[in-house]
Nanobody
Framework: QVQLVESGGGLVQAGGSLRLSCAASGSLSRISSMGWERQAPGKQRELVARIILGGGTTNYAGSVKGRFTISRDNAKNTVYLQMNSLKPEDAAVYYC?????????WGPGTRVTISS
């Protein structure tokens, strides 16, 4: 089992920045990759960014590439999502995810609100 807890969401003006954090606990050695997904009202959940823990390879959704950065701190068992140049369309609930073998885990989510 893996437990994930997100933090760092809130209200920010368009053009501003936020950093989301995801603290992981549990069977950490089994996690192969972690990521951030988001879901806006009335829309499907989408993958925003993902990082392979072994080699650090990252990938991003086209809509956030160049603005968002996913990173990890192995010592703190934490993954971050640095979000810059935020746009109104980035407003959503952001969920941290972890993949272990064939199982996915998600945190409860943290809400990001963008004011224009």
């Amino acid at each position: 089992q893996v437990q994930l807890v997100e933090s760092g969401g809130g209200l920010v003006q368009a053009g501003g920045s936020l950093r989301l954090s995801c603290a992981a606990s549990g069977s950490l050695s089994r996690i192969s990759s972690m990521g951030w997904e988001r879901q806006a009202p009335g829309k499907q959940r989408e993958l925003v960014a993902r990082i392979i823990l072994g080699g650090g390879t990252t990938n991003y959704a086209g809509s956030v590439k160049g603005r968002f950065t996913i990173s990890r701190d192995n010592a703190k068992n934490t993954v971050y999502l640095q979000m810059n140049s935020l746009k109104p369309e980035d407003a959503a609930v952001y969920y941290c995810s972890a993949l272990t073998g064939g199982n996915y885990y998600w945190g409860p989510g943290t809400r990001v609100t963008i004011s224009s």
